[in-house]
């Protein structure tokens, strides 16, 4: 298994990339995505499960609405995984995350996931070590048996900078917009930096890698948004999915009377 140092990973937009034209070819992306998106509702056969985790402030919610923002909403689900209910934790821990794997034929987010249980769990200590990586295993499986049912599984860690977090934060406090997001919680979790970057790097090296992580430099929202824009797309490409054609009887009076009346417009 690959080892990880995401010290050693930039969390900037790579050389030669430019906002302009990165946001240019961003919109391009965008209305195939809104075709493919059709296309795999339309056809039914296949689902795909978006996992978009990082630290806080990492900009989940903002790539949600950037890159989802040319999609059907009858298509799409998102889900967003907080502390959980009483009801949830009589069950196992992945209980409340197969309520919510995608259908066939739509798209599931998961804004934060099942991963959550071995990240603030394993860094508030309310699991230990041997614990997590039983989780890894049941997590391997877990998505294993999505995928075996024709579910496509993007996982993209949103790598961000201490720094621009902590600009994030910032804005947190003096946006009007923005301070709802706004808790003291926030400055526990980041002093914590160290500790969460080890259960990622961790995640990252024993979690499915069959079904690799997309490690996304997110210091800069219009890269991070453009990647997993394209990662979309790319994927429901490779589907080669085709809209389904309907049985029509040519000789019915009912379509033969709807030809003489249309047939001639251009459509």
């Given at each position: 298994?690959?080892?990880?140092?995401?010290?050693?990973?930039?969390?900037?937009?790579?050389d030669?990339?430019?906002?302009?034209?990165?946001?240019a070819?961003m919109?391009a992306?965008?209305?195939?995505?809104?075709e493919?998106?059709?296309?795999?509702?339309a056809?039914g056969k296949?689902?795909?499960?978006v996992?978009?985790?990082?630290?806080?402030?990492?900009?989940?919610?903002?790539?949600?609405?950037k890159?989802?923002?040319?999609?059907?909403?009858q298509?799409?689900?998102?889900?967003?995984?907080?502390?959980p209910?009483?009801?949830?934790?009589?069950?196992?821990?992945?209980?409340r995350?197969h309520?919510?794997?995608?259908?066939?034929?739509m798209?599931?987010?998961?804004?934060?996931s099942?991963y959550e249980e071995?990240?603030i769990?394993?860094?508030?200590g309310?699991?230990?070590?041997?614990?997590?990586?039983?989780?890894?295993?049941?997590?391997?499986?877990?998505?294993?048996?999505?995928?075996?049912?024709?579910?496509?599984?993007?996982?993209?860690?949103?790598?961000?900078?201490?720094?621009?977090?902590?600009?994030?934060?910032?804005?947190?406090?003096v946006?009007?917009r923005?301070?709802?997001?706004?808790?003291?919680?926030?400055?526990?979790?980041?002093?914590?930096?160290p500790?969460y970057?080890?259960a990622?790097e961790d995640v990252?090296?024993?979690?499915?890698p069959?079904?690799p992580?997309?490690?996304?430099?997110?210091d800069?929202?219009?890269?991070?948004e453009?990647?997993?824009?394209?990662?979309?797309?790319?994927t429901?490409?490779?589907?080669?999915?085709?809209y389904?054609?309907?049985?029509?009887?040519f000789?019915?009076?009912?379509?033969?009377a709807?030809?003489?009346?249309?047939?001639n417009?251009?459509?």
């Amino acid at each position: 298994m690959a080892k990880y140092d995401l010290l050693s990973i930039s969390t900037e937009a790579p050389d030669g990339f430019k906002k302009k034209k990165t946001r240019a070819k961003m919109k391009a992306y965008g209305e195939r995505l809104r075709e493919l998106q059709n296309m795999l509702y339309a056809e039914g056969k296949w689902s795909v499960l978006v996992v978009l985790q990082g630290m806080d402030a990492s900009g989940k919610d903002g790539a949600t609405r950037k890159v989802f923002d040319y999609v059907n909403p009858q298509g799409i689900q998102v889900k967003s995984f907080k502390k959980p209910t009483p009801e949830e934790m009589a069950h196992d821990y992945l209980w409340r995350v197969h309520q919510h794997t995608p259908k066939k034929g739509m798209i599931q987010v998961f804004n934060r996931s099942h991963y959550e249980e071995v990240l603030i769990t394993r860094v508030e200590g309310w699991v230990d070590d041997e614990t997590a990586h039983r989780r890894f295993a049941h997590i391997n499986a877990f998505e294993q048996l999505l995928q075996d049912h024709g579910t496509k599984i993007l996982k993209f860690y949103l790598h961000i900078s201490e720094e621009a977090q902590q600009e994030s934060f910032y804005d947190r406090i003096v946006d009007p917009r923005k301070q709802w997001k706004y808790g003291p919680e926030d400055f526990d979790k980041a002093k914590k930096w160290p500790l969460y970057r080890k259960a990622y790097e961790d995640v990252l090296e024993h979690c499915s890698p069959e079904i690799p992580w997309i490690i996304v430099p997110s210091d800069n929202n219009w890269y991070k948004e453009y990647i997993i824009m394209k990662t979309v797309v790319e994927t429901l490409e490779s589907l080669n999915m085709k809209y389904p054609k309907a049985e029509v009887d040519f000789n019915s009076e009912e379509v033969q009377a709807l030809m003489d009346k249309f047939g001639n417009k251009d459509h």
